[in-house]
């Protein structure tokens, strides 16, 4: 018998949805909670103007805009699986965000919109999943508009982001003939029936053997006979199907389909839960921590302060990789170097929370966060463990803040303070000044939107943002470093981070690279973690 840690490891799949914005990913996202029982109306099929809004959307500004700007987790049952879903940013002004959830993820699957192809956010995510070795499944959506053919969508994979695709799947029309979709591993045809509901419930469909007399009723002669071509040519010419390959990311199992009218998405979700795999170890300072480890050991990917407005709270969520973890539970901060209690343990429905009493590895969980957490800590049972860092970028963009009304300055600090923290945005301090004026460095120049509607609606301060002529940020180490000299020479500003460690800020290319050649004994670093690996090291 297996012990209840492996039972509960093996049931569960943790992933992501990655795509280019507008590819449908939220759909998507809406549908398959539809089929997980998580919601029973889709809200994202709806006009964005309705009184509904997306399950995943739980920002107010999400549901004004209708784009997802944060990233949510979304649990729930299917088939004797616990389904971890964690919702990403599509925009990429976000990507950050969704840099730091595929951290915490097991697999990816990645959406492409029929009539677009791979799209350049698309090949960007796709690059930190290969970074990470994850598999990637590809759910190519909207067939129920005309698009481009399967085989040259198969034929893109390859030479764009050179990765061999499977179609699990064929598809059987497109457009208003979409008619269903052809499962190349049961020989069956999946017919679907709108029924005129606009993909809000689970749509009915019929799966007729293929070789059955039946098909003549569901399929018409001309269609049999282009799917049976068809079918006959990627048995000849295409890949060998292994799941060894789909594992180490070699190979992508391919699916058709379209959320917007559910056709498709149950087969989906059936295949993909077989195949996906279950919670892996992840890597630290001692080794890889398999999930199998009886000892709880997890980290913290993401924060998120005031998903309840009435509480003004803030959340960390947590990914469980090793062990059980049990509400109430003493765990080692690893930054902090103390024990810490990991009180308030909730799991989610974007915004909707569920008390819990304990979770397994490849749970996300959220824990009350008064404030000791960061994103990348590890929190470990009883011992100093340390989890790789979870990427942080540097910023591209660059403003002062200042507060329009010098009385609600404190309110304007802790917002800064607290959505750095959430890492919305990266504050920094110009030399001697402190909290004067701050600067703030995002990654996507549409935060800086979202840092303004936040600060005054959940901190009740208004603030304006005069953005500077800056485009790179490198933190800086090296012997006899003086900002005032070094800021003399034109083209950059030398700043500090949260931590007091200094960064330059860089206008240009020219700018970064006149600085490298000027100054060889100094070394400058895109990302803080470098820095403190340099200094670990003594090099």
């Known amino acids: 018998m297996a012990s209840e840690l492996e039972q509960e490891v ?9 795509s280019h914005p507008d590819a449908g990913k939220t759909t998507l996202t809406e549908k398959l909670l539809l089929y997980g029982g998580a919601i029973h109306l889709a809200g994202s099929v709806k006009a964005r103007r309705a009184s509904r809004h997306a399950t995943s959307d739980w920002m107010e500004l999400e549901k004004q805009r209708g784009i997802s700007v944060t990233s949510s987790v979304l649990q729930f049952p299917y088939k004797g699986h616990a389904v971890n879903l964690l919702d990403t940013p599509g925009h990429q002004d976000f990507s950050e965000d969704t840099y730091r959830t595929l951290a ?3 697999a990816a699957v990645m959406l492409i919109d029929a009539a677009k192809g791979v799209e350049p956010q698309t090949k960007k995510l796709f690059k930190v999943c290969r970074m990470r070795g994850i598999p990637i499944f ?14 040259e969508l198969m034929d893109e994979l390859e030479q764009v982001l050179g990765l061999r695709a499977y179609p699990m799947n064929w598809p059987i029309g497109m457009g208003p003939e979409f008619r269903g979709v052809y499962d190349r591993q049961h020989k069956v045809v999946h017919v679907f029936s709108a029924e005129g509901r606009h993909g809000e419930s689970e749509v009915a ?12 009723s569901v399929l018409t002669e001309r269609e049999l006979s282009t799917l049976k071509e068809e079918i006959e040519l990627l048995d000849i010419g295409g890949d060998e199907f292994t799941r060894e390959k789909v594992a180490s990311g070699q190979l992508t199992p391919m699916f058709f389909g379209s959320a917007m009218t559910n056709f498709g998405v149950r087969p989906f979700l059936d295949a993909f839960l077989d195949l996906a795999p279950a919670p892996t170890s992840r890597p630290t300072q001692e080794g890889p921590r398999e999930p199998n480890h009886p000892k709880f050991a997890g980290f913290v990917f993401k924060i998120q302060a005031n ?8 959340i960390a969520f947590m990914r469980v990789v090793s062990g059980r973890y049990v509400k109430g539970m003493t765990a080692f901060h690893s930054r902090l170097g103390k024990d810490v209690r990991l009180a308030k343990p909730s799991q989610f429905l974007a915004a909707e929370r569920t008390a819990i009493e304990d979770a397994w590895p490849g749970d996300v969980i959220g824990l009350f966060d008064p404030g000791m ?5 590890t929190l470990a049972d009883g011992e100093d463990l340390l989890f790789e860092s979870v990427p942080r970028f540097s910023p591209e963009y660059f403003a002062i803040v200042r507060s329009k009304d010098p009385l609600r300055r404190k309110q304007m600090e802790k917002g800064l303070e607290q959505l750095s923290e959430e890492g919305t945005v990266q504050i920094f301090q110009q030399i001697g000044m402190g909290m004067k004026d701050p600067i703030v460095g995002v990654v996507g120049a549409l935060q800086f939107e979202v840092l303004q509607f936040r600060v005054e609606h959940e901190y009740g301060a208004r603030i304006i943002l005069d953005r500077l002529p800056f485009s790179h940020a490198r933190w800086v180490v090296g012997p006899n470093f003086d900002p005032k000299t070094f800021d003399w020479e034109g083209n950059r500003q030398t700043v500090q981070d949260r931590d007091g460690l200094p960064l330059v800020l860089f206008r240009d290319d020219w700018a970064m690279q006149h600085a490298e050649e000027k100054h060889p004994e100094l070394k400058f670093l895109s990302s803080a973690p470098q820095l403190r690996q340099l200094a670990a090291t003594g090099s």
């Open 205 to 216: 469909e019929r799966s007729v053997p293929i070789d059955s007399d039946e098909i003549h």
């Open 10 to 18: 093996a049931r569960r799949r943790t992933f992501a949805i990655i």
């Open 307 to 314: 998903m309840d407005p009435s509480h003004r709270d803030r």
């Open 138 to 151: 590809t759910f190519v959506n909207k067939l129920d508009r005309f698009g481009r053919a399967p085989l």
């Open 373 to 377: 957490f960061r994103i990348g800590d």
């Open 104 to 106: 915490a993820a097991d």
